[in-house]
């Protein structure tokens, strides 16, 4: 299934480039840009959240997608495109602290991508797709349609994330 593969992807993508990676090179960036320390922070908090989110939700009685037109377009050129919108910026919650811990924000990804793991293997089909969390970019989105965004979303930052080795490389 796509969901678990994207899932199994997650770590790899944003993690593995950074293997060898020395703590002060988390922490440096060119002038106006984050550092991977900043990097994974955002990814993680976005995991995070999400997987929180549909934690929180319950059983009772049907929900029904919230989302306006454009967001219905959006959502499917996204997700049925495979292309992140490079243009979304960070909201305010989910932007990084000036030097976050490596080690916690590596422990927030990992948990993050643990509850998603706990939710696909957890939850029937049905409730995964009869359930939604707001994106407020993209409106509504259903467990599958989170877990195909954040792969998106992943893959977006791990282009970051080659540069800033790149540059650190060059330093």
């Given at each position: ?44 908090i976005g995991i995070d959240l999400v997987a929180r989110s549909f934690r929180e939700l319950t059983d009772a009685g049907l929900m029904e997608r919230q989302c306006k ?103």
């Amino acid at each position: 299934m796509k969901v678990a593969h994207h899932i199994a992807r997650f770590e790899p993508i944003v993690l593995h480039p950074l293997h060898g990676l020395g703590e002060s090179d988390w922490h440096r960036a060119p002038d106006g840009k984050w550092t991977i320390a900043q990097i994974v922070q955002h990814v993680a908090i976005g995991i995070d959240l999400v997987a929180r989110s549909f934690r929180e939700l319950t059983d009772a009685g049907l929900m029904e997608r919230q989302c306006k037109p454009h967001q219905r377009v959006l959502r499917h050129l996204t997700l049925g495109a495979g292309q992140y919108p490079g243009t979304l910026k960070a909201l305010p919650h989910a932007k990084p602290d000036p030097t976050p811990d490596r080690d916690l924000v590596t422990a927030q990804f990992r948990m993050g991508v643990e509850q998603y793991r706990e939710i696909n293997a957890e939850w029937p089909l049905e409730r995964k797709l009869e359930r939604f969390v707001p994106h407020p970019v993209l409106g509504d989105l259903n467990f599958p349609e989170w877990v195909r965004f954040h792969f998106l979303h992943c893959r977006h930052h791990a282009g970051e994330i080659r540069r800033r080795v790149q540059w650190l490389r060059g330093q």
